[in-house]
């Protein structure tokens, strides 16, 4: 038997990582278990208790209610954008991490600079500019408004040059230019298989940062059938008398209960992704850090 197992320093991070846990997991309890509730059960009682079913159905109803069930509209237009600047994302940052890192294009040094320049600059102060560029293409209140500007992924470009650089095998390419092998077939039939944790990690990502996107779309899109749906939902949310007393006249149906299932609705699917995605998260996430 280890005598060691329990140790002090063993127990005290044991303590540290189930506080974290518990930290993380009430909140996430609390939430699904909110639109099982109605208001006054989720406000007076125990926050932790369970409701009925029939109270999530009654949420959901009082939230496709709203405008002619144009959730359904937003749910659509969330799938679409998230997916166009997913396919997007790792046609470029593939393509370009590759080129980075197995040829010596002109300016390399300063494109790699230009790429972590990128990733510092917050997201929040290219709005502007982006907006008046696509205003100028009278994109604007359109879709690609928000694919195009989501399909540029900095971090993705570099973090496919790390992998690259550090994980594609110098002899294969060698032999396979030899061989015949142009540059296209050897990114295709070569590079791309031996990329598929990397592929996994980006679309994983992109997926989530496009999904969970607000501030861009609220910008760039003036028609409520345009909203996805943290935009949509935000809108909502905006007139519940329970969140916004200055909408105390509202006649929405919209209480905590219908807000919370709001919630669920856009963290769900994030959570089916990551499962599915799992196995190349970890695999993309430990690719490159050990050079071949």
């Given at each position: 038997m280890n005598t060691d197992r329990w140790t002090p320093g063993r127990v005290l991070r044991a303590v540290i990582l189930l506080g974290f846990a518990v930290y993380c997991v009430i909140p996430l309890l609390w939430l699904a278990l909110a639109p099982t509730k109605t208001d006054g059960q989720l406000v007076n009682g125990n926050p932790l208790s369970f409701g009925?079913?029939?109270q999530i159905g009654t949420a959901w109803n009082h939230l496709i209610a709203y405008n002619s069930e144009v959730l359904y509209t937003w749910l659509t237009n969330s799938v679409v954008y998230a997916l166009g600047s997913l396919v997007l994302t790792l046609a470029t940052?593939?393509?370009?991490?590759y080129a980075l890192a197995t040829t010596r294009v002109p300016?390399?040094?300063?494109?790699?600079v230009l790429t972590l320049i990128a990733m510092i600059v917050p997201p929040t102060a290219m709005i502007l500019p982006l907006f008046l560029e696509l205003n100028a293409l009278h994109l604007t209140n359109t879709g690609l408004s928000v694919i195009l500007p989501g399909s540029f992924y900095p971090f993705g470009v570099y973090l496919a040059f790390i992998y690259f650089s550090t994980t594609l095998p110098a002899e294969l390419m060698e032999a396979a230019r030899l061989d015949g092998c142009s540059e296209t077939r050897l990114f295709w039939h070569v590079a791309l298989p031996l990329a598929k944790p990397l592929a996994g990690l980006l679309a994983f990502f992109s997926f989530v940062?496009?999904?969970n996107n607000f501030f861009l779309p609220y910008v760039m899109l003036s028609e409520e059938s345009k909203f996805n749906l943290p935009v949509g939902l935000g809108a909502v949310i905006a007139g519940t008398p329970a969140?916004?007393?200055?909408n105390g006249g509202s006649q929405l149906p919209i209480t905590r209960p219908e807000v919370a299932l709001?919630?669920?609705?856009?963290?769900?699917?994030?959570a089916i992704v990551?499962?599915?995605c799992q196995r190349y998260l970890v695999r993309g996430i430990l690719a490159g850090s050990?050079?071949?």
């Open positions: 009925s079913f029939g940052s593939l393509l370009a991490g300016g390399r040094r300063a494109l790699l940062a496009n999904w969140l916004n007393p200055a709001a919630g669920l609705i856009v963290i769900v699917p994030i990551f499962l599915f050990v050079k071949s």
